[in-house]
Structures are given as C-alpha cells and as structure tokens.
C-alpha cells in the first residue's frame, strides 16, 4: 500500500503482481473527479481491525464525499471495507473503488465473469467497455495463464470493466459504493477482498546484444531546471549527473509584468530591470548561461503567460488559468519573447537550441489549436530569424505520448512552418504502448528531426503526497526510462525536474538534510553510463529484464560499450549473447533497495555469453567505462 491508501500490488507465490486499487468520486456527467492522491483531509491509522484511510474527495466546488477505507490482510488475501459519506450540495456522479491491471501482462488473458469468459484485447479496445453489469465475483487472469486475481463483492454491486489505454496502460474493474447523488450526511458501503493466485514465473531470462545493428543514436539525457531552481537539488544534480540535455523556464510573467508601450523589438533595457541579485529571472539566465558555455543543447519553454499578454479561458485544475493569445496581443507576444532572448545572449552569452509554449495541445497554460500551433510556429520562427537568433521551435510538446503526434499534422504539412522546425517533442506521462511510441519516432524521423521527451515520467500527480519520494516510484520510473528507449528511440530525455521540485533527493532521513536515494542513483546509470551521441544497438530477449545496449561514441576519450538491464520484478537470472569477447571486461554497476550506485564486481564476455543474478527491482550497468560512485551529500535541505 502506498501512503494515500492505493494498494500497489498483491503477492503470489515467489513474487508479485501488480495490481493497483484507488477510490474516486466523480461530478455528474463524468467531466471531474477526484481520487485518493487528490483527496483533501487525509488521515491514516493503524489498529487491530487493519489500517484505515480517511479522506475527502471533492471534485468540483460543493461537491464532495468522505471516504474511509479500512483494509486489512486476511491470510493472502486483502479486504477492503470502504464507506462513503455525502458532504456537499452538488450532485456526484457516483464514488467507486477501482481495481487496475497492467496491460503489459493481462493483454489477451481473460476476464471471467460467472460462466462468461471475455478475452482482454491486445489492443485497446473499441468500445473500451468490456463489462457492465452485476456481479459478486470477477476473475482476471493474465497472459501466460498462470496467476488469476480474484474479486469479489458481497451484494453483487455494479461493475463497469473498461480498457483504460485510452489514458493509461491498464484494464481497470470500476467497482461501485455509490451511484447517483449522495445526498449530505448519507452513507453507501462497499465490501471488496482481492486474492491472488498461482505462481510467478521465474525461468531464466535469454537476452542477446548484437553490436552490427544500430537503431538511432541518443543524443543527451537530462533534465528540466524550471521550477524551484533555487534548491539545493539543482546544485548537486549538475554537479554529480552527466547533464547532456535541459529544459528552463522563461519567466514572462516576471519579465514583462506590464505591457511597455515604448519597447521595440529589440530593446530589452525596459525589461531587464527585474533581472537582480539572487532573483528567479537571474538564477534562469544563469542556468541558461551555464548549459550554453558548457555546450550543452536545451530548450526554453514558456508556461505562464502575463494576463495583460493573454485571454483566460476557464481553470485547468485547482487555481491554474489555461490562456490563450488574442490576435491583437501577438506583436506584444513577440516583442516580449523576442527581447528576453536578446538580453540572454547579450548580457549572458546564452542561446537556447529550441523554443515552445509547454504543452499547448491542452494548455498549460498556453492553449492552442493544432492550427494556432502551426501559425504560432510561422510567427515567432520568423521573429527569431529576424533578430538573429538560432532558437528553433520544438513541435507539439505534446502533453502525453498516446495518439498525440496529430496534433503536429498542420504544422508538418506546411513548408513555411517548418523552415521554423528544430525538435519534435511529447511529454511521456502515463506512459504508451510500443506502438503509440513508434508514431512519433516514425514521424520525426521522417522529418529528420531530433526527438525530444521533454518530460519523462510516469505520474503528473506524484507531486501530491511526496508519492515521486517512494522506491516503487523509482523502480516504475525506471522501467519507464527502458521502455522509452526501446520503443520511442529518442535522441534526448529530459527528466521532470532535476531541481528541488519532483526531488530526486531525499530529506526523510534526517530532515534538515538531504540524502542520496536509488531514483537518483537509476538517473545517474542513464546519465553517466550512457554518454551523449551513443550508438543504440539492437537487443532482442522475453520475459520482465529489458535490455538497452550503447556503444558510446567516444566524446571526450568515452568510448566503450554499456548495457542496461532494468529488472522491475523479483530476483531473475539472465543470460547475454552477442557481446563480443573483444569487448573486453566489463564492470557491473548496480542500483536496488539500499544499494546505491555501486560497482559490484567485473564480467567478461565469452562466446557462451555471460550469465548474471539481477536482484529484485533493480537497475544493473555492464560498462566499460569507468564513473565515480556520487559525492556525498553535505548541503542542507531547504
């Protein structure tokens, strides 16, 4: 269970599976909701019955229902006891406790339904609904036929079974406490057990490397530096990581507060007022400063726009504004863009590669039509041609990987747009299928475009509860970064943040401290073990290990070979093929629980291969390059 009282997964045999449960209410007509990790007035305790979550959920403004949630472990099996309590006027859909399921290993397994027997699509599935009805018992099993998951729910309650890869990559049991208005003070019950069985599949893993065949080249991984740059974090990140690539904010609203009327477009003087000693504008000019002298590529992004500049159009989420730019501000757009760029490379010496509004397609906070994207793109690349500056646009930056890649279509089919084309680039939150991947990497390398993930990570929500601070964060993060690079074949991935925001250090442990923790050690294996213009090569190989294999291009004296093995399940033995004995030694680095960046021992190939133990949830290097363990921490948390 994770602290927000989301199971995250169910033992069987000699492992696990990874079954996740949550509890959301829903505002009629489906259009919000609200989940534990956005639940307000959180509690938690733990008694003889188990522990209890408490929590309120509010979708919307007067709309709202207290949750308890009780669970306890009753030999293998978990049982949940939830209660829901209307406490608002405003009329709720429903509240219910759902049950998900990865895709990646319940595809083409089956949902079993009484005596019904329902395959689960490989692909996502059209209608996405895959049951509905009463029922007190569902069974899923997965792909490979040997672990069942059952469900059951005194009172046959309503369950709605749906494919939810059209946001995420899981099936997902939408089991109902309540349908229809809760009105105040009254209580709907839910009895839920889950139990898992059969055993996990532990044979031993066969992966080959084959060094003739090169995939696509890897540019730089990274991170973003745009928000909380003042933390200590963005120090030591820079200091203890191989940052190839970044990503920095451009403060507007603090750069052009108020409309100027006497500026032209190259006179920055008005503007640079705001740039002081130990300001936010001046840490960003000098991140900006450090990445160009330091050669490393990074793009400039803009999220919040000054209200004077732009038109809001209704609340994203809690207090956040979505704008968008009116025909007659868009000379004040460029002016305002244009100079702060001009005094960066001025004052500063820096350039950023690639420029765009942080993901439009959705507006955050920028919104724009994949139309007012492709024109945008013409006005602001035909701005910075203008002034003399290199910055290109990056394409979409699209907020999610699944399907979005259409949003660029406009853009891509006009040759003046394009003369403006320097990246194109999507968030990876949520994650995709290898398919849903492939569309952008086909459609950039098409363009002969770098590809950029400009934010990796696999919860836009992890922020809420420190849940990015857990080690299942990282190991899914992880697995996420492995995922990215076999199916999306980038050439740069910016991590979201290297800074104090998202930390990837720790303050748990001594809280006016900070501490090393595993995420920063699987960041520092992608980093510094995989240095910029690497060579991805093929690798081929079933079952949980994946497998990512560089040749390093040798920038700097760096030239060697790394493989990457992520292991996100229990301890698994593996065999390698195809790496040639020439290769010579290679060192074994590794990263699990408590294990932190730490060189293990040496293997050396043979023509039978090697064969190595991966421990549990871990992140194991074979490299001929050579890389200090991380410095010791000795700052303080802030």
Same mark, same amino acid.
Not at 390 to 409: E, F, N, Q, S
Not at 429 to 443: L, V
Not at 593 to 622: D, N, Q, Y
């Given at each position: 269970?994770?602290?927000?009282?989301?199971?995250?997964?169910?033992?069987?045999?000699?492992?696990?599976? =990874?079954?996740?449960?949550?509890?959301?209410?829903?505002?009629?007509?489906?259009?919000?909701?609200?989940?534990?990790?956005?639940?307000?007035?959180?509690?938690?305790?733990?008694?003889?019955? /188990?522990?209890?979550?408490?929590?309120?959920l509010s979708p919307e403004a007067g709309t709202a229902a207290r949750v308890r949630q009780t669970v306890r472990g009753d030999?293998?099996?978990?049982?949940?006891?939830?209660?829901?309590?209307?406490?608002?006027?405003?009329?709720?859909?429903?509240?219910?406790?759902?049950?998900?399921?990865?895709?990646?290993?319940?595809?083409?397994?089956?949902?079993?339904?009484?005596?019904?027997?329902?395959?689960?699509?490989?692909?996502?599935?059209?209608?996405?609904?895959?049951?509905?009805?009463?029922?007190?018992?569902?069974?899923?099993? #997965?792909?490979?036929?040997?672990?069942?998951?059952?469900?059951?729910?005194?009172?046959?309650?309503?369950?709605?079974?749906?494919?939810?890869?059209?946001?995420?990559?899981?099936?997902?049991?939408?089991?109902?406490?309540?349908?229809?208005?809760?009105?105040?003070?009254?209580?709907?019950?839910?009895?839920?057990?889950?139990?898992?069985?059969?055993?996990?599949?532990?044979?031993?893993?066969?992966?080959?490397?084959?060094?003739?065949?090169?995939?696509?080249?890897?540019?730089?991984?990274? /991170?973003?530096?745009?928000?909380?740059?003042?933390?200590?974090? +963005?120090?030591?990140?820079?200091?203890?990581?191989?940052?190839? &690539?970044?990503?920095?904010?451009?403060?507007?609203?603090?750069?052009?507060?108020?409309?100027?009327?006497?500026?032209? #477009?190259?006179?920055?003087?008005?503007?640079?007022?705001? #740039?002081?000693?130990?300001?936010?504008?001046?840490?960003?000019?000098?991140?900006?400063?450090?990445?160009?002298?330091?050669?490393?590529?990074?793009?400039?992004?803009?999220?919040?726009?000054?209200?004077?500049?732009?038109?809001?159009?209704?609340?994203?989420?809690?207090?956040?504004?979505?704008?968008?730019?009116?025909?007659?501000?868009?000379?004040?757009?460029?002016?305002?863009? =244009?100079?702060?760029?001009?005094?960066?490379?001025?004052?500063?010496?820096?350039?950023?590669?690639?420029?765009?509004?942080?993901?439009?397609?959705?507006?955050?906070?920028?919104?724009?039509?994949?139309?007012?994207?492709?024109?945008?793109?013409?006005?602001? /690349?035909?701005?910075?041609?203008?002034?003399?500056?290199?910055?290109?646009?990056?394409?979409?930056?699209?907020?999610?990987?699944? =399907? +979005?890649?259409?949003?660029?279509?406009?853009?891509?089919?006009?040759?003046?747009?394009?003369?403006?084309? =320097?990246?194109?680039?999507?968030?990876?939150?949520?994650?995709?299928?290898?398919?849903?991947?492939?569309?952008?990497?086909?459609?950039?390398?098409?363009?002969?475009?770098?590809?950029?993930? &400009?934010?990796?990570?696999?919860?836009?929500?992890?922020?809420?509860?420190?849940?990015?601070? +857990?080690?299942?964060?990282?190991?899914r993060e992880m697995t996420h970064y492995a995922e990215l690079l076999l199916h999306a074949r980038p050439q740069y991935i910016?991590?979201?943040?290297?800074?104090?925001?998202?930390?990837?250090?720790?303050?748990?442990?001594?809280?006016?401290?900070?501490?090393?923790?595993?995420?920063?050690?699987?960041?520092?294996?992608?980093?510094?073990?995989?240095?910029?213009?690497?060579? &991805?090569?093929?690798?081929?190989?079933? /079952?949980?290990?994946? &497998?990512?294999?560089?040749?390093?291009?040798?920038?700097?004296?760096?030239?060697?070979?790394?493989?990457?093995?992520?292991?996100?399940?229990?301890?698994?033995?593996?065999?390698?093929?195809?790496?040639?004995?020439?290769?010579?030694?290679?060192?074994?680095?590794?990263?699990?629980?408590?294990?932190?960046?730490?060189?293990?021992?040496?293997?050396?190939?043979?023509?039978?291969?090697?064969?190595?133990?991966?421990?549990?949830?871990?992140?194991?290097?074979?490299?001929?390059?050579?890389?200090?363990?991380?410095?010791?921490?000795?700052?303080?948390?802030?």
């Open positions: 269970m994770d602290d927000t009282g989301r199971l995250q997964r169910l033992a069987v045999g000699k492992g696990w599976v =990874g079954v996740r449960t949550d509890v959301l209410a829903y505002a009629r007509g489906w259009a919000k909701s609200a989940a534990l990790s956005k639940a307000r007035d959180r509690k938690s305790e733990t008694d003889a019955a /188990g522990t209890t979550w408490s929590a309120t030999g293998n099996a978990m049982k949940f006891a939830i209660t829901a309590t209307g406490d608002g006027d405003g009329e709720l859909q429903c509240v219910v406790f759902t049950v998900s399921f990865p895709a990646s290993r319940f595809a083409t397994g089956q949902l079993i339904v009484g005596q019904q027997k329902i395959t689960l699509p490989a692909k996502l599935a059209e209608p996405i609904y895959l049951f509905n009805g009463n029922a007190p018992a569902l069974v899923f099993r #997965d792909a490979a036929g040997t672990v069942e998951v059952h469900i059951t729910a005194p009172g046959q309650p309503k369950i709605t079974v749906q494919d939810g890869r059209k946001w995420d990559q899981e099936f997902t049991a939408m089991i109902f406490v309540h349908s229809g208005h809760l009105p105040r003070g009254t209580e709907a019950r839910l009895e839920v057990t889950l139990h898992a069985a059969g055993e996990v599949d532990q044979s031993p893993v066969a992966l080959t490397v084959d060094p003739s065949t090169v995939r696509y080249r890897l540019l730089g991984i990274g /991170g973003n530096y745009c928000f909380n740059i003042e933390s200590p974090v +963005t120090a030591y990140t820079l200091e203890n990581l191989d940052v190839a &690539a970044a990503r920095t904010e451009i403060s507007m609203r603090l750069w052009a507060p108020r409309r100027i009327e006497s500026a032209n #477009d190259r006179d920055w003087k008005p503007f640079a007022a705001a #740039d002081t000693p130990d300001s936010r504008l001046r840490r960003e000019f000098l991140l900006m400063q450090r990445f160009s002298r330091a050669g490393i590529p990074y793009a400039s992004s803009i999220w919040r726009m000054p209200l004077w500049m732009a038109t809001p159009v209704g609340q994203r989420q809690g207090n956040q504004v979505r704008v968008r730019i009116a025909e007659e501000n868009w000379p004040d757009v460029l002016r305002c863009l =244009g100079t702060y760029l001009l005094y960066a490379k001025e004052k500063y010496g820096a350039e950023p590669d690639w420029f765009c509004f942080n993901e439009p397609n959705i507006g955050v906070d920028v919104l724009l039509t994949p139309e007012e994207h492709r024109d945008a793109m013409k006005r602001v /690349g035909a701005h910075f041609a203008a002034l003399g500056l290199k910055t290109k646009w990056m394409i979409a930056d699209a907020a999610g990987p699944r =399907g +979005t890649h259409v949003y660029a279509r406009p853009a891509i089919e006009d040759p003046e747009a394009m003369r403006y084309a =320097g990246a194109v680039s999507f968030h990876s939150w949520n994650g995709a299928s290898p398919e849903q991947y492939n569309a952008w990497a086909e459609m950039a390398e098409k363009l002969k475009l770098p590809l950029m993930v &400009a934010e990796a990570g696999v919860d836009p929500f992890a922020w809420q509860g420190g849940r990015y601070r +857990t080690f299942a964060y990282a190991v910016l991590l979201w943040e290297y800074t104090g925001d998202y930390s990837l250090l720790a303050s748990e442990q001594a809280p006016s401290r900070l501490t090393l923790t595993e995420r920063f050690c699987f960041q520092k294996h992608w980093c510094d073990l995989t240095p910029r213009g690497s060579e &991805a090569l093929a690798t081929t190989g079933s /079952g949980p290990v994946l &497998a990512t294999a560089f040749r390093c291009g040798g920038a700097g004296g760096r030239a060697g070979l790394t493989i990457h093995l992520a292991n996100p399940e229990w301890e698994r033995q593996v065999t390698i093929a195809g790496i040639p004995p020439a290769v010579g030694p290679l060192r074994i680095i590794r990263t699990a629980k408590g294990e932190l960046f730490r060189e293990v021992g040496v293997v050396t190939p043979t023509e039978a291969g090697i064969r190595l133990t991966l421990p549990a949830e871990s992140l194991t290097s074979l490299t001929t390059l050579k890389v200090a363990p991380p410095k010791p921490i000795d700052m303080p948390a802030r």
